[in-house]
Nanobody, 129 residues
Framework: QKHVVESGGGLVQAGDSLRLSCAAS????????VGWFRQAPGKEREGVSS????????YYADSVAGRFTIPRDNARNTVYLQMTSLKLEDAAVYYC??????????????????????WGQGTKVTVFS
């Protein structure tokens, strides 16, 4: 069975950095598009960033562009979300998801959460001032 597990969340101060991990088991993550999503209390789940399987290209939501990156480590079957200059509004539960044969690096793909096949349980990020 295909699984992804997020880790790395925690309590950080505004301005700090944090790295989230999305580790896959039961399949090779390098062959899948991977996305990071987040959901804050009372808000809808939103797409944050994604990385293509085909060419490694990445997408970033406007709210995180320039602060977040999404590197892959194929040897570890893992995709990361490197977050810097964290803001209060970045606090949320962060989820990773994976899908094949879908162009993931578009706003449309990041809005269509139903098209993503494999979801993790999430990791919580809390930001304080």
């Amino acid at each position: 069975q295909k699984h992804v597990v997020e880790s790395g969340g925690g309590l950080v101060q505004a301005g700090d950095s944090l790295r989230l991990s999305c580790a896959a088991s039961g399949f090779t993550l390098a062959y899948y598009g991977v996305g990071w999503f987040r959901q804050a209390p009372g808000k809808e789940r939103e797409g944050v960033s994604s990385i293509s399987a085909a060419d490694g290209s990445a997408y970033y939501a406007d709210s995180v562009a320039g602060r977040f990156t999404i590197p892959r480590d194929n040897a570890r079957n893992t995709v990361y979300l490197q977050m810097t200059s964290l803001k209060l509004e970045d606090a949320a539960v962060y989820y990773c998801a994976a899908v094949q044969n879908v162009r993931v690096t578009t706003p449309q793909a990041m809005s269509a959460t139903g098209k993503w096949d494999v979801w993790g349980q999430g990791t919580k990020v809390t930001v304080f001032s």
